[in-house]
């Protein structure tokens, strides 16, 4: 029993041991997250960050989120968030980020206000690009119908979840015969 009993302290303590090891070498915590990595001003020009940065986090395969708002001249200000479903980087220089759907809302500046549409029911899908254009539509849920089409040019902020330092490997995606057409089905 002794000899059991002076095994578990040292096992316990090569246990310990190991585990301090690992935290010591290892260093702190990644301290990563979800963190702004570009900015465009509504033209698409930089405002923060960098869109170099951002494309490689994208490659990496960080999700990104995507924001813009808007300040009325009487101070009233609304600031949305979006998570797109389906991204395309363009020549290496800029994403193209298209939105699930959602519902438009009554309102957008009086929180208490803020209900979703019900007569009709509408639906707003949209695609955002880090050069500064914005298009969205509406579609009313009861009918089918488009009922609102819009082009914009929009500032929007542009974050994606990163570790601290990001030493992951960039693949090469875009590549000579990459897709190449397996067979045609015309229905």
């Given at each position: 029993m002794k000899f059991l009993s002076s095994s578990l302290k040292v096992s316990g303590i090569s246990l310990l041991t190991?585990?301090?090891?690992?935290?010591?070498?290892?260093?702190?915590?990644?301290a990563g997250g979800w963190k702004l990595v570009?900015?465009?001003?509504?033209?698409?020009?930089?405002?923060?960050?960098?869109?170099k940065d951002l494309i490689?986090?994208?490659?990496?395969?960080?999700?990104?989120?995507?924001a813009w708002g808007e300040l009325l001249d009487d101070g009233t200000s609304?600031?949305?968030?979006?998570?797109?479903?389906?991204?395309?980087l363009v020549n290496e220089s800029d994403l193209v980020v298209q939105f699930p759907a959602s519902m438009i809302q009554t309102e957008y500046m009086i929180?208490?206000?803020?209900?979703?549409?019900?007569?009709?029911?509408?639906?707003?899908?949209?695609?955002?690009?880090?050069?500064g254009h914005y298009h969205q539509f509406h579609n009313d849920l009861a009918s089918g119908k488009v009922t609102r089409t819009m082009y914009l040019k929009t500032?929007?902020?542009?974050?994606a979840e990163v570790p601290e330092r990001d030493d992951r490997h960039v693949?090469?995606?875009?590549?000579?015969?990459?897709i190449r057409l397996d067979s045609l089905r015309v229905h």
């Open positions: 190991c585990a301090l090891l690992q935290f010591s070498c290892s260093g702190k915590p990644d570009y900015q465009n001003d509504s033209l698409g020009r930089p405002v923060y960050g960098s869109k490689l986090a994208v490659k990496r395969g960080s999700p990104i989120r995507v609304d600031v949305e968030f979006a998570t797109p479903d389906f991204t395309t929180a208490a206000k803020s209900y979703l549409k019900t007569d009709p029911p509408l639906q707003w899908r949209a695609l955002m690009c880090t050069d500032a929007m902020a542009w974050y693949p090469a995606l875009a590549i000579p015969n990459g």
